[in-house]
């Protein structure tokens, strides 16, 4: 029977796609259809097979069985070259682009007609300012990546799959290190791309920005597809109960707080980097025993530089660090080792590059920092069935998976990777605990659990520093939020008095008239 003629047309269709690894059904009897011209949303846990479905999709994998159709047409992708030729792009997590390239030569590379490259760069100029224009996506072309923030470095691997022809343009958790701002200059773009006929599959865990963005999601769950709905008709209750097979409580529950004697704080803290800027001038701030203190900012304000010194990474130019009766100085400076000996343990923001070794075991991850204790350490050798067994006491807990303690780092999820990383550091049960982003590229269901055990530490009397650049996590786990602008703190807003306008506009170093007025009312 023909095609009803007023039937959108698909862009991309899944037919029963099944994977396994081993005795692990990655993927079981997938089936999908995405109207062309429309932003897809795919969600799910961690290790719910959405990865490898899109790694199928792009020719990473090819599947154990099913079909795949682009444009209504079978298509086969053994490859991710025959996903290119077939119109399909990838935008993954962690960008693959050269640092020291420029923009152009990044888009180029892989993509030379010949062997006259500057032919080549003067065609992929030419046919890069028309899609900057068509798409609104001005990059500069000669700037090296390294030279950019993450935003534009991301814009970069949009123009990368649309200058190879892409139709259908796969993006894997693109807002994860993005700034508020960053994020919404990126739904803009997919607004226009999607006006243009790009069909977008988008794959986040983030629930408040697929209700925002997207036409339709699908959701899936242990490797299956369980739900297929109109944004329009659902609600983030819904999504995350689909997500997680149960009723999640999207909202932080917690008692008022019940600060007592300061476990850390600094004096006049100036840090200033190898350039000779100071990233951080004259910082003051406390953290009590029983309360969350959040530091809010744009990414780059000189949150991130804060942490490393405070955990003993960088040492401080000027000023003070104190932790319990310990003085940081310049001259009286620390290192991790000792910070984490003083009862500071410490999420790092970047857990590929701080918190675990990727090449390294889960259990080898499980343990960095605290390697030389006595419960991991004999006499001469390490107690490796010791390691395994408190790695895997950990996975349980933390619920990460898959539960392997031999699997290496770096073939867990972001996910699974950050709530090993978490599991580690809470597990030594600090005094004061500095957490970065610690819901970075983490599950719904991962992300209620992580909420809750940082509200119990806090209850346990425990000083927690909160690090993050999502503002609803911010003003649900703070008590007391400090605003950081510049390498400066421009000010401190009790949560209850907090929302995401006065924030948003401390931020931009632009102090709120009810602040104003408060602070004149105290003044008098």
């Not at 990044?106 to 080549?120: F, I, K, Y």
Request: glycine fraction near 8%; proline fraction near 4%; charged fraction near 25%.
């Amino acid at each position: 029977m023909a095609q009803a003629s007023n039937a959108p047309r698909m862009a991309l269709e899944l037919r029963g796609i099944d994977k396994r690894f081993g005795e692990v059904r990655a993927n079981q009897d997938i089936n999908l259809k995405i109207p062309a011209g429309t932003v897809h949303g795919i969600i799910g846990e961690n290790g719910a097979g959405k990865s490898t479905l899109m790694n199928i999709i792009y020719g990473f994998y090819e599947a154990d069985k099913g079909e795949i159709l682009v444009d209504e047409k079978l298509c086969h992708i053994p490859n991710s070259r025959e996903a290119i030729a077939a119109g399909i792009g990838m935008v993954h997590q962690h960008f693959m682009l050269v640092d020291n390239f420029t923009v152009l030569e990044n888009v180029v590379l892989g993509a030379e007609e010949g062997a006259m490259l500057n032919v080549s760069l003067r065609k992929a100029r030419k046919e890069l300012q028309r899609l900057a224009d068509e798409y609104q996506l001005t990059v500069p072309l000669d700037a090296t990546i390294e030279e950019l923030p993450v935003g534009l470095q991301q814009r970069v691997e949009i123009l990368k799959a649309l200058y190879r022809g892409a139709r259908v343009l796969i993006l894997d958790e693109p807002t994860g290190v993005l700034t508020p701002q960053e994020t919404d200059d990126l739904f803009k773009i997919l607004d226009t791309l999607r006006e243009q006929g790009v069909t977008i599959l988008l794959i986040t865990h983030k629930l408040r920005e697929i209700l925002a963005v997207t036409d339709n999601v699908s959701v899936m769950r242990q490797g299956a597809m369980v739900g297929h709905v109109k944004t329009s008709e659902t609600s983030k209750e819904e999504l995350a109960e689909l997500m997680v097979g149960r009723k999640v409580r999207l909202k932080v529950e917690k008692e008022a707080a019940t600060p007592k004697q300061v476990l850390m704080s600094t004096k006049d803290l100036t840090y200033t980097d190898s350039r000779g800027v100071d990233m951080l001038k004259k910082v003051n701030i406390e953290v009590r025993a029983g309360e969350v203190v959040g530091i809010a900012g744009v990414s780059g304000n000189g949150q991130s530089e804060l942490m490393e010194v405070l955990s003993g990474i960088l040492v401080p130019t000027k000023g003070q660090v104190q932790i319990g009766e310990h003085i940081i100085t310049a001259e009286n400076p620390s290192d991790p080792k000792h910070v984490r000996d003083m009862g500071v343990g410490h999420v790092p923001e970047d857990r590929l590059a701080m918190g675990l070794i990727k090449s390294f075991s889960a259990e080898e991850s499980a343990m960095l920092g605290f390697h030389e204790q006595e419960q991991y350490t004999g006499k001469i050798f390490n107690k490796p069935q010791a390691i395994t067994e408190k790695c895997a006491a950990l996975m349980e807990e933390w619920d990460v998976r898959p539960r392997n303690p031999k699997l290496r780092s770096s073939l867990f999820s972001g996910g699974n990777q950050q709530k090993l990383i978490i599991a580690r550091e809470v597990d030594q049960d600090p005094d004061v605990l500095m957490i970065g982003q610690p819901t970075r590229g983490v599950d719904i269901g991962a992300i209620e659990y992580i909420h809750k055990r940082i509200i119990d530490m806090r209850d346990q009397n425990k000083g927690v520093l909160l690090v993050s650049v999502e503002l609803d996590e911010i003003l649900a786990l703070s008590d007391r939020i400090v605003v950081m602008f510049d390498g400066n703190i421009v000010g401190e807003v009790p949560a209850d008095k907090a929302n995401e306008r006065i924030l948003g506009m401390m931020m931009a170093n632009v102090m709120p008239d009810e602040l104003l007025q408060q602070n004149a009312g105290e003044n008098l």
